[in-house]
Each structure stands twice: as C-alpha cells, then as structure tokens.
C-alpha cells in the first residue's frame, strides 16, 4: 500500500524566509507524487507533481520540490516565503494510470508571520 | 477551460431532506471522484466513475449516492443525512485511462450542513 507522512501539522516562517515542508512516502513501486495547496473554504490547486521524469519538480506560486529516493522524501521548497503563501499543503502519492486512487498526507498548515 | 465546477456552493439540510450536488468539467476528462473532507482533515475519497461507470466505492453509507448522467456531469445524491456527515464535499476530475499521470482538478467544493 502507498501512504505519505508530513512532518509537522504546523510551520511558521518569517516572510521572506525559506520555506520548507516535508513529506516522506512509502511505496513498493516508484510512485507518483503530488503537492497540493487548499486555501480556507477553497478546493485544492495542484502546485506540482513527480512522475519520475526529474527528480527537480519546479511547480507554480516559486515552489519546487526534490524526489529523493534514498531518503524516501519529496519535500517541499520555496526560497522566500510570501503572506499569500499561507494555507494548507497537502502531500499525495498514487499509482500509475487511469483512475488510480491518491491517498493524501494530513497535511501541513503554513503560517507566515510579518 | 481548466476549472471544476460545483454546485451549490453551501447547503443546509434536515435531516429528512433530499438533496443533490452537482459537479460539471469542461476538460474532457474521463475519471471523476467525489471526496469528504472534515474540518482540518485531507481529502477522503468516496466514489470514482471511470468512463461514467463506477469504479470505486469506498465503502459509502447508501444514503449516498452518486450518478455521472454523461462524461462532464457528476452528482451526488443526499438523502437521510447525519449530522456527522456535514463536510466539505470536494469534486475531482483527472485524464484517466491508462498511461495519463493521475493530476487531479478539484472543484471549490459545496460546504454541507445536516441539521
């Protein structure tokens, strides 16, 4: 079965400080790996995902996230931390095709403090 | 058009009601997924309809029901709700088929209130 776990259900930078978010995934075939973000009372963005064609995944809003697989990680960057950036981030693995399921971390709740 | 569609946007029923949301993409996508989220919880997945035929169920109590009338259309069908069961109600829409990496599109979501 694949799962994820996020590190940490709250973070809190400073605005302009890097940001990052964690998340280790356990799968017994190379997975596809997702970062997703919800603002309150919204649904989820996608701000980028891992299929194995680069393990850089540069996403939307200045993020970027790094499959590792030695580590078994696909953490969750972003250089300077903006007030627009506080939300909710979700990490998420599935299989291969079709419709197969996404099983979603608990997410992360990003603070950003001015 | 990369957006998901939902309707209402907030409903508030008893307990007795019957009610309907209703979910619309415009993206040719061929798999469609409701999910449940609580208040500070992911994402849980209830139903996948694949090529409008209904590939997952995750164990839904029957007064849920879903129904993909056609390849853009989604609904979910209330009826004897709890109040347990108030939740966001997220729709979903991805490429499907085989081969397509399985990005999904949420909609904004219908915020259900059972009274």
């Known amino acids: 079965a694949q799962s994820v776990t996020q590190l940490g259900s709250h973070v809190s930078v400073s605005e302009g400080a890097l940001v990052l978010l964690r998340c280790n995934y356990s799968?017994?075939?190379?997975?596809?790996l997702f970062w997703y973000v919800q603002y309150p009372n919204q649904g989820l963005q996608l701000l980028l995902k891992?299929?194995?064609?680069?393990?850089l995944v540069k996403g939307i809003n200045g993020f970027e996230a790094e499959f590792k697989k030695s580590e078994t990680s696909f953490h969750l960057t972003k250089p300077s931390a903006h007030m627009s950036d506080a939300a909710e981030y979700f990490c998420?693995?599935?299989?291969?095709?079709?419709?197969?399921?996404?099983?979603f971390g608990t997410g992360t709740k990003l603070q950003v403090i001015p | 058009d990369t957006e998901v569609t939902q309707t209402p946007k907030h409903l508030v029923m008893g307990m007795t009601n019957k009610k309907s949301l209703k979910c619309e993409q415009h993206?040719?996508?061929?798999?469609m997924y409701w999910y449940k989220q609580k208040a500070k919880k992911p994402p849980e997945l209830m139903f996948v309809?694949?090529?409008?035929?209904?590939?997952i169920n995750e164990s839904v109590p029957s007064r849920f029901s879903p129904e993909c009338p056609n390849s853009s259309l989604l609904n979910l069908h209330l009826h004897a709700l709890q109040p347990e069961d108030s939740a966001l109600y997220l729709c979903?829409?991805?490429?499907?088929?085989?081969?397509?990496?399985?990005?999904?599109?949420f909609g904004p979501g219908t915020r259900l209130t059972v009274l």
């Open positions: 979903a829409s991805s490429q499907g088929g085989q081969g397509y990496h399985n990005e999904q599109f």
């Open positions: 799968s017994s075939v190379p997975p596809y």
């Open positions: 891992y299929t194995s064609a680069a393990t």
């Open positions: 998420a693995v599935s299989g291969s095709g079709g419709y197969q399921k996404v099983t």
């Open positions: 993206m040719g996508h061929r798999a």
């Open positions: 309809y694949s090529y409008e035929k209904l590939s």
